[in-house]
Structures are given as C-alpha cells and as structure tokens.
C-alpha cells in the first residue's frame, strides 16, 4: 500500500511538471509567433524601402534635368536668369 502511495504522488508530481512543461512551451510558440509575425513585416518594410530606393536611383542616373540658371552680364549692365533643360555629357 505505502508504494502504491508513492509511486501516485511520484505520478502526480511529474504530471504537475509535465503540465508546467506544456505551458512553457505553449509560451514560447506563442513567442516564436510574434517573432515570425514581426520578421515578417520587417522583411516586407526593407523591400518596400529598397524598391522605392531603386526606383530613385533609377531616377537619378538619368543623364535628363532640369535646371536654374542665373548670371550677371557685365557689358549691358543687367542680371540674367532662365530655366533650360540640361543632357550630363561627363558623369563622375
């Protein structure tokens, strides 16, 4: 009789563990879970910065601008300015 009663509490002590087990693990899922969730909107803000930085390189290495021009013209006396259309011929 006495190690019928040891071995149920024995018993009764590792399903008490198992069950802190379990809930541990549920926690850490739970965890992993936000983590994924979190990589993933991550991983989807890098690609979207990424794509809008490539569309602006793409941009930018266009030889096509726009350009402000203004300068003093000593020989009449008057300030010039004007607005033109540029092509890059040399690029560094």
Known sequence: ??????????LSALREYLAAQNASLEQIAGELETLE???AEERAAWEKEAEKLSRQ????????AVGL??????FRDEAVCGIGVT??????
Do not use: C, H, K
């Open 57 to 64: 390189n793409r941009r930018l290495s266009s030889p096509w």
């Open 87 to 92: 092509y890059s011929v040399v690029r560094s």
């Open 37 to 39: 969730a979190a990589v």
């Open 1 to 10: 009789m006495e190690l019928i009663e040891t071995q149920a509490a024995e």
């Open 69 to 74: 021009f203004g300068g003093y013209d000593p």
